[in-house]
């Protein structure tokens, strides 16, 4: 015990003699400081504008791409869509990007860099040339998939566009002006943006990037940093038609679900929610006593639609999508894009101060909730427009047999007559048509001039279209 307290003494004596000796040495004063700006704020100041932290901080990370930069040149690849007939042939082959979405070959790219090619020629990085065939095509939303016969393949991953933040890094894959395999890069500047280049319903929200974009670009792929896909570039925006700082892509979830359905049934399964709808401006959300400038405006619902049949009515404001939040018109429109015909969403809105979810189950554009069967035989798409029989209750409604036009390709033989999708042909040549089987038939056997007759649901007058056909 006497040995415990020597050594206890022993150590506070010396804690005591270091103590006075440091007070001895230390001679810095005691500063009271006053209710006065503190000097340590102008000090700080300075030293942020003295370039000090310049001297001790590299540029932020991530500035080295190069592996994402590896990932996507190896799924990348170059697309020459060559046109048979001799028209067509003296405005040269078309050309662009395409990214390879899995080892047996499918390839997504734009409907535009092969709508108007009846000869698909596909080169890998590895210098391999393919002969591409044409799966299924989506004008309305300018997307395409491919299939080259090839295995083991190395291919892009898609990654989730929902997640992708303004600012953050991003590359374009492609071949601009045919420079093969040329990467850039630059950042998010905006997401969903609609810039009015779509046609026939398409969905438009689309992600803005400043990496740079030329023709040539159109079908390859905008990645992230670590190499996933994260969209398809599709437009610029330019008055010169070359790069100015404004490339749009499609988001890849998108992508993913028309790839799919191209892919599984030959033709996207929409679902329709049944309503019109504008942005809630700062305006309509003070009149509607909203917190905030958030959802869309129902300005109408369609009769017997899935938002009428859930309850939804004009005047609602749509906030949540299954509890994804969404701010503008192109967001909802993307959100509900995802589905298809049967599925059911959870629709929460306001109305009258009062936040209600309820249930739609939604529909195709026949309102109805099976998957619509659209008929794509070659003969049609090299005409450039997509047909379907007469629904049971349209043949009841209208009284009247024919095949209705689903969609209709730019810049195509039946693009160029201005057809509109909704026009229900009734005779080619003046021979009577009540199915898209003696449609095919037809267009098959026939040469030189065809007269298509037939009229709009909404206007009821006949409506001629002729065009020239080529001999297949």
């Known amino acids: 015990m006497q040995k415990f307290s020597y050594i206890f003494l022993t150590s506070a004596c010396t804690a005591v003699l270091c103590f006075i000796i440091f007070q001895h040495f230390n001679k810095s004063e005691i500063i009271y400081v006053n209710d006065q700006p503190k000097p340590s704020l102008v000090s700080e100041v300075d030293l942020n504008m003295s370039g000090y932290f310049n001297e001790r901080f590299t540029s932020s990370s991530p500035t080295n791409f190069i592996e994402a930069s590896l990932i996507g040149k190896k799924s990348s690849v170059f697309i020459r869509s060559i046109p048979k007939s001799k028209s067509k042939r003296l405005l040269g082959a078309a050309t662009g990007s395409g990214v390879i979405i899995s080892p047996d070959g499918y390839i997504a790219t734009n409907n535009h860099v092969i709508e108007s090619g009846d000869d698909i020629e596909v080169l890998l990085g590895n210098n391999r040339e393919y002969s591409a065939k044409i799966i299924g095509t989506d004008p309305s939303n300018d997307l395409a998939l491919l299939k080259i016969e090839a295995e083991n393949l190395d291919f892009a991953i898609f990654s989730n566009s929902d997640s992708l933040q303004v600012g953050e890094w991003v590359l374009a894959v492609g071949n601009p002006f045919g420079l093969q395999f040329t990467v850039t890069a630059g950042i998010v500047s905006a997401k969903a943006r609609n810039i009015s280049m779509l046609e026939n319903s398409g969905i438009e929200s689309f992600i803005q990037t400043d990496a740079a974009v030329n023709p040539g670009n159109s079908g390859g792929a905008l990645i992230n940093t670590k190499g996933e896909v994260v969209g398809i570039n599709s437009a610029i925006m330019a008055r010169s038609g070359q790069y100015e700082g404004y490339s749009f892509a499609i988001p890849s979830n998108l992508v993913q679900k028309i790839l799919f359905d191209l892919k599984t049934y030959g033709v996207v399964q929409r679902g329709w929610l049944g309503i019109s709808m504008v942005d809630i401006n700062d305006k309509r959300a003070k009149e509607l006593g909203l917190e905030n400038v958030n959802g869309v405006y129902v300005v109408s619902v369609n009769k017997d639609g899935a938002a009428d049949e859930a309850g939804i009515l004009k005047g609602d404001v749509i906030i949540r999508v299954n509890e994804v939040e969404f701010k503008s018109t192109p967001q909802f429109m993307e959100i509900i894009g995802r589905y298809r015909p049967g599925d059911e969403v959870e629709i929460t809105f306001i109305r009258n101060g009062k936040v209600i979810t309820e249930i739609a189950i939604l529909r195709n554009q026949l309102n109805t909730t099976d998957f619509v069967a659209v008929r794509k ?34 810049k195509s033989t039946i693009g160029r007559t201005n057809m509109d999708p909704g026009y229900i042909i009734t005779k080619i040549n003046k021979k009577k048509v009540e199915s898209v089987a003696e449609v095919v038939k037809i267009l098959d056997e026939i040469e030189g001039q065809v007269i298509l007759e037939g009229y709009y649901e909404h206007h009821p007058d006949k409506y001629p279209y002729i065009f020239f056909k080529e001999k297949n």
């Open 377 to 410: 035989d070659k003969v049609l798409v090299d005409l450039g427009f997509e047909l379907r029989d007469l629904s049971e209750n349209e043949n009841k409604r209208l009284k009247r047999p024919g095949v209705y036009v689903v969609s209709v390709y730019r």
